[in-house]
Nanobody
Framework: QLQASGGLVQAGGSLRLSCATSGLTFSRRAVAWFLQAPGKEREFVAAISEDGESVRYADSVEGRFTISRDNAKKVAYLQMNSLKPEDTAVYYC????????????????WGQGTQVTVSS
């Protein structure tokens, strides 16, 4: 099970999302974040390898967002800086065995989603 936490922030502000796991072999799984804005497809944001050595970002968040993980605590994070109103969406964390990926269908464990709202 994956659980994430989100929130409300003003444009230009920062927010850190957390994805806590239970019942998963967390350290053996790549973790990713996706977002889904109203009326749009779920899209890739960032991913991190099992050991945290490799990361990948969508172009839209490169330089603003940072993905990280703490395998001892079984938690993954998404630090979001310089937030924009267009970042408003439901954010999902996801996990999979094997290498990190940006393709949604490759992930087989999903969190319930958390709302992030960036006000202008």
């Amino acid at each position: 099970q994956l659980q994430a936490s989100g929130g409300l922030v003003q444009a230009g502000g920062s927010l850190r999302l957390s994805c806590a796991t239970s019942g998963l072999t967390f350290s053996r799984r790549a973790v990713a974040w996706f977002l889904q804005a109203p009326g749009k497809e779920r899209e890739f944001v960032a991913a991190i390898s099992e050991d945290g050595e490799s990361v990948r970002y969508a172009d839209s968040v490169e330089g603003r967002f940072t993905i990280s993980r703490d395998n001892a605590k079984k938690v993954a994070y998404l630090q979001m800086n310089s937030l924009k109103p267009e970042d408003t969406a439901v954010y999902y964390c996801a996990a999979r065995f094997g290498f990190l990926a940006s393709t949604r269908i490759l992930y087989d464990f999903w969190g319930q989603g958390t709302q992030v709202t960036v006000s202008s």
